[in-house]
């Protein structure tokens, strides 16, 4: 006989994790699952988090569970058709195809992380509006212990308070995790929620992101301009550490999505020390003259850009211990906490493996439930000593 509770979830954010754990569960029979996500909306276009994600073999074990590789192929751009174009100073172009594939490896393919996370949303729509309800615009603000049980407070976009009391309660709510902090709080004198790090040469490095129009022009010469499935490297007339920059552009299948140039470089950067919108237009200007700028970037996004404080590349970071348990949820008389993807483990972006170890994270988890029958209690040890 099957006594286990499976229902009463919360799960602490809505991004690929947190979407990708509530599909998981729906499948596994699981019941009113409750996702809170501070965000206006799945696909909400936030410029400097307006990046591309390559979901290659470990993240598609979760899309093939949940029928959903096609839907992604078509979203995307496959890596076997990654073309980049490279713009020198003196606007000569070289095109290569990256990178070398791998044929014994699966066709990864590269998407804006909006369009992958409103792919996991509209198969909630769509599937298991019965099980799961996201609530956007709703921040969780704080978790209590009552005895032996959470209770996770959370705000609408109408300032009301939602109570919740979970008999399982996940953290996918990234770097920066309330859940994690929570849980490091309740373990007196013990660092072991805490995040180990690992400092990589990439970490530290400042980004921004600059959003460009769908098809912008790349000289004077008509019908000169961008091909949205190709990816471009544009390299700045500037050769000093401190000045020389590049627009990274990764490709995107739909053609009518603005591309967006990421400017990644070293805090002592000139760029970051820009203070006006003049300032920012006239070293940019001087810096690409093989392109005509001033087509390109409007006045508007020029701004935007120089007050975005746009981010920085993290240190490698894990924490070792993963659960905790309160009391017996499996019997509906406590909570099970569970952190999963950025929330317990995180990556600079240089190595493109953070949205795919954690849906490698759901995807484990999902294996060890059904190894255990959905009992939480022998579940998250065993999900602890393997990942
Ligand atoms: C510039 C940049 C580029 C990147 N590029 C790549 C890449 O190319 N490939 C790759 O694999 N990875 C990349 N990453 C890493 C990738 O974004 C993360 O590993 C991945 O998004 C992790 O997913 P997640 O769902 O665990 O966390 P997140 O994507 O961070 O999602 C967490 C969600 O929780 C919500 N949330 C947080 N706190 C609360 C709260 N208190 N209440 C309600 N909601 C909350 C947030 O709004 C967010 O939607 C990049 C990261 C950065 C910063």
Known sequence: MNYF???????????????????????????????????????????????????????????????LTDKLADLSVPNTDFYLTLIKPDGTRKVTKLPIVDPERKTAYWLPRASFVQLFYEEIQKKWQGSIQVLF???????????????????????????????????????????????????????????????????????????LPPQFPL???????????????????????????????????????????????????????????????????TAFPQIPLEKIISEEEIARFTKSEGGKFPIPQFCSRVYKIWGEPDINKGTAVILLGDAVHCFPPDIGQGVNSALEDVYILQEILEETKDNLSEAFPIYQNQR
């Open 137 to 211: 615009n709703t921040n969780c603000h704080e978790i209590k212990v009552i005895e032996d049980q959470l209770k996770v407070i959370a705000q609408d976009q109408k300032n009301q308070q939602l109570i919740f009391t979970p008999t399982l309660l996940v953290g996918g709510d990234g770097l920066n995790s309330i859940v994690l902090q929570t849980l490091h709080e309740t373990e007196e004198k013990s660092n072991s929620f805490v995040m180990q790090m690992f400092p990589s040469p990439s970490s530290g490095l400042r980004y921004k992101v600059l959003t």
């Open 5 to 67: 509770y499976k229902k009463n979830v919360v799960i602490i954010g809505g991004g690929p994790t947190g979407l990708g754990t509530a599909l998981m569960l729906a499948k596994r029979g699981w019941k009113e699952i409750i996702v809170i996500e501070k965000r206006p909306a799945a696909d909400y276009y936030e410029p400097d988090k307006s990046f591309n994600y390559q979901i290659d073999g470990r993240g598609q074990k979760l899309t093939d569970l949940l029928n």
């Open 219 to 285: 000289s004077e010469e008509e019908n000169d301009i961008t091909k949205s499935t190709m990816a471009y490297a544009i390299r700045s007339i500037f050769k000093e550490k401190k000045k020389a920059i590049s627009l990274g552009l990764l490709p995107f299948k739909n053609p009518n999505q603005p591309r967006t140039a990421n400017i990644i470089t070293y805090p002592n950067h000139q760029i970051w020390q820009l203070k006006t919108s003049e300032e920012v237009k006239q070293f940019l200007k």
